[in-house]
């Protein structure tokens, strides 16, 4: 968790809820972000501190003016490890009179390559990061000291194999295949703020200045469910987030939203205070068809409610 989710608002729509200043077909961009540096961790890896625009390493044809802009990326019903998602994020813009963070919105894949990685090719496995060990390991310290930000979303699917399977899973032991599909959103309908990381990769078999050479990845931060119960429960089945997975994406409220994305913020213990999960009650949770489940399934219907559950379960 998290591994599936859904993202229909368009870039006009995150602008207005975010205050998006750069990176909306509609806004004025007479700003180019800063290029990564140079510079190194104390342990040997990149710390590419600055958004590099060269970001996308299978649009390879786009030219920099369309590099900049996410543009009509289409509603995304079953958003899967690997793919671009739209983020957004806060960082200086290159040559600007002022150092200040401006509030972005970028394509980044999703699957964390971290900077001192040989290749990418673990990143399916980096979809997510804990929250309560995402300050030390490695792969993600740097980037959450310095490179954090949300990933918006209308909700996320969670796949329940009821209270013996989940058992089974935290085991680590084998569970069956059957599982029944949830769509976990904000009950008013709200946008669901993952908070997130993002990370720099330079490709070192390409040459400077190919529009190949750098990745920038992200991740999903995840934190326990939450055991009280739902705002809006099914007809039938799970009555808290925990009863269907142990695991959940933390949903940052509007307030934490600032302090989260600005980079200059870099106290670790005060950072660690932002993971504090939501209050309790804000969400709703509604079986979906099994049809979600297969990643090449996309549309509106991923999202239509079922009146009950249409693989069994157990409770």
């Known amino acids: 968790m998290c591994g599936r989710y859904a993202a229909s608002r368009g870039p006009e729509d995150l602008a207005g809820i975010f205050g998006i200043e750069v990176g909306v077909p509609s806004a004025q961009e007479s700003q180019e972000p800063q290029e990564p540096n140079t510079s190194r961790e104390s342990q040997g890896a990149p710390d590419s501190q600055e958004l590099h625009d ?52 970028r394509r980044l894949r999703w699957g964390l390559v971290p900077s001192w990685s ?49 058992e089974l ?26 908070a997130g990381l993002y990370e720099f990769w330079r490709d070192p078999t390409l040459p400077d200045g190919h529009p190949r050479s750098w990745w920038v990845t992200c991740s999903v931060i995840t934190t326990e469910a939450e055991t009280a119960p739902l705002a809006v429960p099914p007809q039938e089945g799970p009555r808290s987030l925990a009863d269907i997975h142990p695991r959940m994406p933390l949903m940052l409220t509007p307030d934490r939203w600032d302090a989260w994305l600005d980079p200059r913020h870099t106290d670790t213990a005060e950072l ?44």
């Not at 920099?64 to 509603?75: F, N, S, Y």
């Not at 399934?297 to 079922?306: F, I, Q, R, S, T």
């Open 272 to 315: 660690r205070e932002l993971l504090a999960p939501p209050p309790e009650g804000l969400m709703r949770a509604y079986p979906v068809g099994t049809a979600v489940s297969n990643v090449r399934n996309n549309g509106p219907e991923l999202l239509k409610e079922l009146s009950g559950p249409e693989e069994g379960t157990l409770f």
């Open 118 to 166: 040989r290749s990418p090719e673990g990143a399916a496995r980096m979809i997510n990061a804990r929250a309560e060990t995402v300050h030390e390991k490695p792969a993600y310290r740097q980037a959450f000291a310095t490179r954090r930000c949300i990933l918006p979303a209308d909700g996320y699917y969670e796949w329940d194999t009821g209270r013996e399977e989940r």
């Open 54 to 105: 060269s970001q996308e390493p299978q649009d390879s044809q786009k030219s920099q003016e369309a590099r900049e802009d996410p543009g009509p990326l289409v509603p995304d019903y079953n958003v899967a490890p690997t793919k671009e998602v739209l983020v957004v994020l806060d960082r200086p813009l290159k040559d600007a009179a002022s150092p200040r963070p401006v509030r972005q919105l």
């Open 169 to 194: 899973e935290v085991e680590g032991r084998r569970k069956r295949a059957r599982k029944q599909p949830y769509f976990v959103t904000p009950a008013d309908g709200s946008v669901f703020a993952m």
